[in-house]
Structure formats: structure tokens, C-alpha cells
């Protein structure tokens, strides 16, 4: 609490009067060195999050607007923000994260292998509770990512977290780390490991670019992208185009490795055709003649429609599974109805459906397990109707192994579920609600 006006540590400043000052009140009162270093602490961890520059806290401005709101308090200094604060905020979150991961039940431990922007092989850990939190990243130096050492990495970050509380295992479709799963399970086989479904959805991406209707035709329209925005006056002619019509946004460029963002760099080009077509024809463009035809031909815009056809079920979904919302249910359904999308589509001749579905199938082979399955048909909106015969007993299978392990009977009312009978499942409005 603020002192009261009798008190000897608060005095009333008030700023000196002129044309550039403000005539505001000034407190100034006495900052405990608790209070200080709370302040440190504070500051420093809204400085970490946001990403703001350590040297923030020397600039003139910054110094002078702190001084104006609190003439006692000083920022800390670069070098202890980069050291004693950087290690303390570190410890404190750490802290505060491990005793949320203490008191959860269940924890689902996803990795992701992979090569930074200096080549140096790096491993990412994250617990999901089911709210994900980065636990650990781990630079593997001169250790190869073999199946061996993954495997003891990740059996390091179960037993530091409670091995029992450890559900699923998700990776991405590497060989090593799928292998690295299976060493896991036989050492503590009660956890299920799977493959990361946004990961395979992104790769099917990669596989719908590659066929015949998309493959050129996508990389012609990053071209074009990438010579507007790579040329200081198409830019500031196309930015010009945009403002002036008020219409096109944009253009955006492919992700690399994030193959599901060619749908939205296409669309993104789609919504600007009116702005392309007029730089097309600007007296001042330098795109090259091929690119100007290509804009002002109709056949070019039907193209990218067909492309965008072709990938955007894929792409929506990856939207969708890559939130944090729990998804696990609506899994089946993302590859039936992509599968359907391909299979109803007048674009693509037979033979590049039987690529496309055949690739579908692979992809599909790879992200769905009988905890999907099972998803599927305790799912009351989906009971399970999409699924044939043996993904039925799959699922079916799955809910029994995992009721006996946690010591529990659940297939009398399973049978009554799938009935839709008995005291509770019998009832109609049960299936209204869930509709």
C-alpha cells in the first residue's frame, strides 16, 4: 500500500511549468529493495516474452519516461538483464511450470527433431496437459539423432516428469524416431506413441503439390510472387495498386517444410487478381511479357481455382488439428473427407486420382492408430458409423485395454452406448443434444 500523505518517505513534486511540459503531480516515495527487485523481476520477464531488445533499458526515451513515472526507480542495466534476471526469471518459470506438471494426471510428450539456422541438430520437447508447454530443448552436438539416443532423451524427460502420468508419445514420421517410440514401449508399454497428424497433413500437401495439376503451375506463382516482392518498384507499385482500388492483400510466399501454406500463398494471389492484372498493364511494370500474358489470361485464374481446389481441404485441416482445441475425434474425418474432396473432383483425371488416393492411404497409414479410432466411435455426433468392421473391433479393442489398465469394466455400458440402450444411452435426448 501507498503511504499515507503524513508520511516522511512521500513528498508531492510537481513538474516545472513550460509550453513542452505537462503540469502533472510527480509522487515520489521510498522503493523498498524488496520492492525493487520485484520490480526487476517483473520488468525483465515482460522484456523476455515480448521479445523487446535488452538494450531497451538504456535507451534515452526509456530512461527519461521511468524517470517522469517513478524518479526512484532505476532500470535494470543491459548486462544484468543478460545475466542475473535472465537466469532468475528462468528458474522462477521453470519452477512454477514443473508444479503444474506435478499436479496433472495425465501428460502427452511430443519431439521434434530438427536442424537450426546453423545446421546444429536440435531435439524439442513438449508436455501437453493438454495445454502444451515447452519443457526442453536439447542441442544434441556431436550425437547423431539415432533411434538409441532419442530413445533415452525421452525416457529422461518421463521419469523427470513421472513416467506413469505419460499417455502418448507423439513425433513426426523420421524412421529413427518412430524407432526410438518402439524402444520406449518396451520399456513402459502402457504408453501409446503416435505420429504428429499435422506433420502427416503437411506432407500430404507436399504430395498433392508434386502431382501434375499443381506442380509447375504452383511454382510459376511463387516466381511471380517472389519478382514483385524482390523488386523495390513492383512492390511499391502493386502496394500502390492495392490502396488506390482497395481491394487484393498481401501476397504471400510458401513456408518451406510448411507445404500446407501453398493453399494460402494461392489464395492470397487469387484475392489480388484485379491488383496483379492492373500492375500487369502499368507503364511502369518490369515483369517480364511471359508473366504479364499470364496474369491477363483467363486460363492462368482457373488454374490457380484448381489448384486451390486440390489443396485447400488439406490445408483447412491442418488449421484446424494445429490449434490447441482437442481434435482427436474429428482425426478419421479429415482423411475421408479429403479423400472424398479428391474423389468428387473434375479436375483431376482418373489416373492422378489413383496417385493422389494411393498417397492419401499412406499418409493415413501413418497418423491414424485405434486411439483415433476409438475417438471416432465414442464421438456421439460420429457413433463411430464412419468406420468399417475391422476399425470397429480396433476401436473396440483399444477402450478395453485401456479400461483394464486403469482397473475399470466399461464394455456392458460400451455395448449400450453402441445400442443406444439402457438407462442412460437408451434416451433420445442424449443423441438430439449431441447432433
Known amino acids: 500500500n501507498m503511504p499515507s500523505s503524513n508520511s516522511e518517505s512521500l513528498k508531492e513534486i510537481h513538474s516545472k511549468q513550460n509550453e513542452d511540459e505537462y503540469d502533472s503531480p510527480v509522487l515520489l516515495f521510498t522503493i523498498t529493495e524488496a520492492a525493487r527487485t520485484k520490480l526487476n523481476e517483473k520488468l525483465s520477464k515482460a522484456i523476455y516474452v515480448t521479445g523487446a531488445p535488452l538494450s531497451m533499458t538504456e535507451h534515452p526515451l526509456w530512461k527519461d519516461f521511468f524517470n517522469d513515472l517513478q524518479p526512484m526507480y532505476k532500470m535494470p542495466t543491459r548486462k544484468n ?4 534476471l535472465l537466469e532468475k526469471t528462468y528458474t522462477d518459470m521453470k519452477e512454477e511450470m514443473n508444479e503444474i506438471l506435478a499436479a496433472a494426471n495425465d501428460l502427452h510428450l511430443q519431439c521434434d527433431g ?3 539456422i546453423r545446421n546444429e541438430g536440435i531435439i524439442n520437447f513438449i508436455i501437453s496437459r493438454p495445454e502444451p508447454a515447452f519443457v526442453k530443448f536439447l542441442n544434441t552436438e556431436d550425437n547423431r539423432h539415432t533411434s538409441d539416443y532419442i ?6 524427460i518421463m521419469e523427470e516428469y513421472g513416467q506413469h502420468k505419460f ?35 503437411h506432407l500430404l500437401c507436399q504430395d498433392f503439390i508434386k502431382c501434375n495439376s499443381v506442380n509447375s503451375f504452383s511454382a510459376s506463382v511463387t516466381n511471380i510472387i517472389k519478382s514483385i516482392k524482390n523488386s523495390q518498384l513492383l512492390c511499391t507499385l502493386y502496394n500502390k495498386i492495392v490502396q488506390e482500388k482497395h481491394c487484393g492483400e498481401q501476397l504471400k510466399l510458401p513456408c518451406k517444410t510448411r507445404w500446407g501454406s501453398n493453399a494460402t500463398s494461392l489464395e492470397s494471389f487469387k484475392k489480388s487478381k484485379s491488383c496483379l492484372q492492373a500492375l500487369a498493364v502499368h507503364e511502369k511494370s518490369v515483369l517480364t511479357r511471359d508473366t504479364k500474358s499470364a496474369l491477363l489470361e483467363e486460363e492462368f485464374w482457373v488454374k490457380i481455382d484448381n489448384a486451390i481446389e486440390i489443396l485447400k481441404p488439406c490445408s483447412d485441416w491442418i488449421k484446424k488439428i494445429e490449434g490447441n482445441d482437442c481434435n482427436i475425434h474429428k482425426v478419421y474425418k479429415v482423411f475421408t473427407n479429403i479423400e472424398t474432396a479428391i474423389l468428387t473432383s473434375t479436375i483431376i483425371d482418373n489416373d492422378e486420382k489413383k496417385e493422389l488416393l494411393n498417397k492419401i492411404d499412406s499418409r493415413k497409414q501413418f497418423c491414424i492408430r485405434p486411439i483415433h479410432l476409438a475417438a471416432n466411435l465414442l464421438d456421439p455426433r460420429s457413433h463411430g458409423h464412419e468406420l468399417n468392421q475391422e476399425e470397429e473391433i480396433q476401436a473396440i479393442e483399444f477402450i478395453n485395454k485401456v479400461a483394464r489398465d486403469l482397473n475399470l469394466n466399461v464394455m456392458t455400458d460400451l455395448a449400450h452406448y453402441k445400442a443406444k440402450d439402457g438407462i442412460l444411452w437408451g434416451k433420445s435426448f442424449v443423441w438430439t443434444s449431441a447432433a
Open 81 to 84: 538483464l543478460s545475466t542475473t
Open 114 to 116: 530438427w536442424s537450426n
Open 151 to 156: 530413445s533415452q532423451e525421452v525416457i529422461k
Open 167 to 201: 499417455f502418448v508419445l507423439i513425433g513426426d514420421n523420421a524412421k529413427n524416431m518412430q524407432l526410438a517410440f518402439k524402444k520406449v514401449l518396451d520399456i513402459y508399454p502402457h504408453v501409446i506413441p503416435l505420429g504428429c497428424v499435422a506433420h502427416g497433413l
